[in-house]
């Protein structure tokens, strides 16, 4: 949440932070602002959108020039709370929560000095300016500073009179680019590819300093620190819109292509190789008892799914925790365990924090399936598992939800493999479906223009129910997170099982239900709890497979899916769901790829 953009250059670099800065609105969009040393010192701020700053920016000019776009977590989105907060002569932005802003802040004030925002920032930059006056070098002094803050926060500085920007890193995602004509930093590369494809992945506790001239990265104890210029494998057409009208319907239709590149390394292989995984993974696979999944929000959903797949084919025990609820509860450790974190970015604060007291328990037999390579998740794990979904910048989950869900199916494939559970014929069988999964895929996304129908009937519902039974009660799940993601209609998933226990009292002619029904061995099961549905007046819109006996009538709705497909039907049913809440919320014309309150990369708690 929150983004970063920071240059120094030889040319004017305003167009370079705006420019910056619209890549990274997907991390938030409450308010924008920047802080330019020209030579003193200029900053300009703006409720809302970056295009609202870049109006207000037009015809400034710097070389150098720090940027942020928002989303708000201290203090209400309004000019005044927007970054960059500014102390006598300098300016900061920020990414993340210090936690005991509150001591600090109170410990300032009676020092004299003054808050004009509600934000944690603020007490940043006057602490940052109160250590300056222990040293005069401001890399030191924000080390300095930075030993007194709990918290998570990548910072960017400038300061008048001052031809570099310093930078630190802890728990939240900043890295610097290495250009030909000048130096960057930022939340994301994606915001840096207009400018140079070199990028140096800063690590905790990592501070650094640019400058036209060079760049140079030290440790919290001051101490200089090596790290590589990797080549960014992102392209600037990949996190270009085209002619798509949102990122979300993008991503939609990129998923044939996502899951074809995800499951590109298994080739034409009859047999799947636990290394794709890691070199020790069977050695660590082998020695497995249980499975213990870690995620929040889609990545959790995918994570209930695998459950059902693991269980099943490796005979082993998973549970599965949301991460911000698993490390402030009293657990019982298990150092057989696989622990497996799940994160589009690998940054999700809640999920990196619960790996690491996983960690802390004894539990070293880490995992992460996650869709960016160079970020702290991965670092953090033992084993890892690259999606290859490319760049997703819409803030409902599309791609990388049905690409977690390929590689926790190859992972159920490996670990039933290694536990000696799956023979080798039935491997081939599951193997060759996975490879058909991108042109299955393909085939469900043209049931759009039947959607498009269906979508138009939601429009002006406030409720919606989601029913799904087996492995597919997580994609009713998943389904009723888009619709309410989007387009604000509150809406429920249950295990259709369940409804004579509490939500059939729910159930009338305007709340429309949307039941995941394939032809599987719970299906009549299924179908008799429609029918308790439709005999309470319930309007019915069933996603069923091609042969299943599921028929249309009045109130009931059906639309097939071309071919059942098994074990793996989770990935295909989830598709038609995206694409009714995105066709949904452009009938009620809500912000697509911008909704409220939400932002993509959640990095704080």
Same mark, same amino acid.
């Not at 936690?99 to 006057?126: M, P």
């Given at each position: 949440?929150?983004?970063?953009?920071?240059?120094?250059?030889?040319?004017?670099?305003?167009?370079?932070?705006?420019?910056?800065?619209?890549?990274?609105?997907?991390?938030?969009?409450?308010?924008?602002?920047?802080?330019?040393?020209?030579?003193?010192?200029?900053?300009?701020?703006?409720? %809302?959108?970056?295009?609202?700053?870049?109006?207000?920016?037009?015809?400034?000019?710097?070389?150098?020039?720090?940027?942020?776009?928002?989303?708000?977590?201290?203090?209400?989105?309004?000019?005044?709370?927007?970054?960059?907060?500014?102390?006598?002569?300098?300016?900061?932005? &920020?990414?993340?929560?210090?936690?005991?802003?509150?001591?600090?802040?109170?410990?300032?004030?009676?020092?004299?000095?003054?808050?004009? /925002?509600? #934000?944690?920032?603020?007490?940043?930059? &006057?602490?940052?300016?109160?250590?300056?006056?222990?040293?005069?070098?401001?890399?030191?002094?924000?080390?300095?500073?930075?030993?007194?803050?709990?918290?998570?926060?990548?910072?960017?500085?400038?300061?008048?009179?001052?031809?570099?920007?310093?930078?630190?890193?802890?728990?939240?995602?900043?890295?610097?680019?290495?250009?030909?004509?000048?130096?960057?930093?930022?939340?994301?590369?994606?915001?840096?590819?207009?400018?140079?494809?070199?990028?140096?992945?800063?690590?905790?506790?990592?501070?650094?300093?640019?400058?036209?001239?060079?760049?140079?990265?030290?440790?919290? *104890?001051?101490?200089?620190?090596?790290?590589?210029?990797?080549?960014?494998?992102?392209?600037?057409?990949?996190?270009?819109?085209?002619?798509?009208?949102?990122?979300?319907?993008? !991503?939609?239709?990129?998923?044939?292509?996502?899951?074809?590149?995800?499951?590109?390394?298994?080739?034409?292989?009859?047999?799947?190789?636990?290394?794709? $995984?890691? /070199?020790?993974?069977?050695?660590?696979?082998?020695?497995?008892?249980?499975?213990?999944?870690?995620?929040?929000?889609?990545?959790?959903?995918? %994570?209930?799914?695998?459950?059902?797949?693991? !269980?099943?084919?490796?005979?082993?025990?998973?549970?599965?925790?949301?991460?911000?609820?698993?490390?402030?509860?009293?657990?019982?450790?298990?150092?057989?365990?696989?622990?497996?974190?799940?994160?589009?970015?690998?940054?999700?604060?809640? #999920?990196?924090?619960?790996?690491?007291?996983?960690?802390?328990?004894?539990?070293?037999?880490?995992?992460?399936?996650?869709?960016?390579?160079?970020?702290?998740?991965?670092?953090? /794990?033992?084993? *890892?598992?690259?999606?290859?979904?490319?760049? !997703?910048?819409?803030?409902?989950?599309?791609?990388? $939800?049905?690409?977690?869900?390929?590689?926790? =199916?190859?992972?159920?494939?490996?670990?039933?493999?290694?536990?000696?559970?799956?023979?080798?014929?039935?491997?081939?069988?599951?193997?060759?479906?996975?490879?058909?999964?991108?042109?299955?895929? &393909?085939?469900?996304?043209?049931?759009?223009?039947?959607?498009?129908?269906?979508?138009?009937? $939601?429009?002006?519902?406030?409720?919606?129910?989601?029913?799904?039974?087996?492995?597919?009660?997580?994609?009713?799940?998943?389904?009723?997170?888009?619709?309410?993601?989007?387009?604000?209609?509150?809406?429920?998933?249950?295990?259709?099982?369940?409804?004579?226990?509490?939500?059939?009292?729910?159930?009338?002619?305007?709340?429309?239900?949307?039941?995941?029904?394939?032809?599987?061995?719970?299906?009549?099961?299924?179908? /008799?709890?429609?029918?308790?549905?439709?005999? *309470?007046?319930?309007?019915?819109?069933? $996603? =069923?497979?091609?042969?299943?006996?599921?028929?249309?009538?009045?109130?009931?709705?059906?639309?097939?899916?071309?071919? &059942?497909?098994?074990?793996?039907?989770?990935?295909?049913?989830?598709?038609?769901?995206?694409?009714?809440?995105?066709?949904?919320?452009?009938?009620?014309?809500?912000?697509?790829?911008?909704?409220?309150?939400?932002?993509?990369?959640?990095?704080?708690?």
């Amino acid at each position: 949440m929150c983004g970063i953009v920071a240059a120094v250059a030889a040319q004017n670099i305003v167009p370079v932070l705006i420019e910056g800065l619209r890549k990274l609105e997907y991390r938030g969009y409450d308010s924008a602002g920047l802080a330019l040393v020209n030579p003193g010192l200029q900053r300009i701020r703006a409720l %809302g959108r970056v295009s609202e700053l870049a109006a207000r920016a037009e015809g400034a000019s710097a070389f150098i020039g720090v940027a942020h776009t928002r989303w708000a977590t201290h203090g209400a989105p309004s000019e005044r709370n927007a970054h960059p907060h500014v102390s006598g002569d300098l300016a900061i932005v &920020h990414n993340g929560i210090i936690e005991n802003f509150a001591e600090i802040k109170a410990d300032l004030e009676r020092r004299g000095y003054a808050f004009h /925002s509600d #934000t944690d920032t603020e007490v940043v930059a &006057h602490l940052l300016r109160e250590t300056l006056k222990e040293t005069p070098d401001l890399l030191e002094a924000l080390r300095l500073a930075c030993n007194h803050l709990t918290g998570a926060y990548a910072l960017a500085v400038v300061r008048e009179g001052e031809s570099r920007i310093v930078v630190a890193r802890q728990g939240a995602p900043l890295l610097l680019g290495v250009g030909e004509k000048g130096h960057y930093a930022a939340s994301d590369a994606s915001a840096l590819l207009q400018v140079t494809r070199d990028m140096v992945y800063l690590e905790d506790g990592d501070l650094a300093e640019i400058s036209s001239a060079g760049w140079r990265v030290i440790s919290s *104890r001051g101490e200089p620190a090596t790290r590589a210029i990797s080549e960014s494998s992102l392209s600037a057409d990949a996190v270009e819109l085209g002619a798509y009208r949102h990122y979300m319907q993008k !991503e939609i239709f990129e998923q044939p292509e996502a899951l074809g590149n995800t499951l590109e390394m298994l080739g034409g292989a009859t047999r799947l190789s636990p290394n794709i $995984f890691g /070199s020790d993974a069977p050695e660590r696979f082998a020695e497995i008892r249980s499975v213990l999944i870690l995620a929040c929000g889609t990545s959790y959903h995918a %994570g209930l799914v695998a459950r059902y797949w693991i !269980e099943e084919l490796a005979r082993i025990p998973c549970t599965v925790e949301i991460a911000s609820e698993y490390r402030y509860r009293v657990t019982v450790p298990d150092p057989s365990a696989l622990v497996v974190t799940i994160s589009q970015s690998g940054e999700t604060a809640d #999920t990196l924090a619960a790996v690491k007291y996983a960690k802390a328990q004894g539990m070293e037999h880490t995992l992460t399936i996650c869709n960016s390579p160079e970020s702290a998740l991965v670092r953090e /794990s033992a084993l *890892r598992f690259l999606t290859r979904a490319g760049p !997703e910048i819409g803030v409902a989950s599309t791609k990388a $939800f049905t690409t977690q869900l390929t590689a926790l =199916a190859m992972l159920a494939l490996a670990l039933a493999q290694c536990s000696g559970k799956l023979d080798p014929e039935k491997e081939q069988r599951h193997l060759d479906a996975l490879r058909h999964l991108p042109l299955a895929v &393909h085939k469900v996304l043209a049931l759009e223009p039947e959607i498009k129908v269906w979508a138009e009937r $939601f429009a002006g519902k406030d409720h919606a129910l989601f029913l799904g039974r087996g492995h597919h009660y997580p994609v009713a799940l998943e389904g009723a997170l888009k619709l309410k993601e989007i387009s604000y209609i509150h809406a429920e998933a249950y295990p259709a099982g369940e409804l004579k226990h509490g939500p059939l009292a729910l159930v009338d002619r305007d709340m429309p239900v949307i039941a995941v029904a394939p032809n599987d061995m719970l299906l009549e099961k299924l179908k /008799s709890n429609l029918q308790e549905v439709r005999a *309470r007046g319930g309007e019915l819109y069933v $996603f =069923a497979d091609a042969d299943s006996s599921v028929t249309e009538s009045d109130g009931i709705h059906v639309l097939r899916l071309p071919e &059942h497909y098994g074990l793996l039907s989770p990935v295909l049913h989830s598709v038609p769901l995206q694409l009714l809440a995105y066709h949904v919320a452009l009938v009620k014309g809500t912000d697509v790829d911008k909704p409220r309150n939400l932002a993509k990369s959640v990095t704080v708690e």
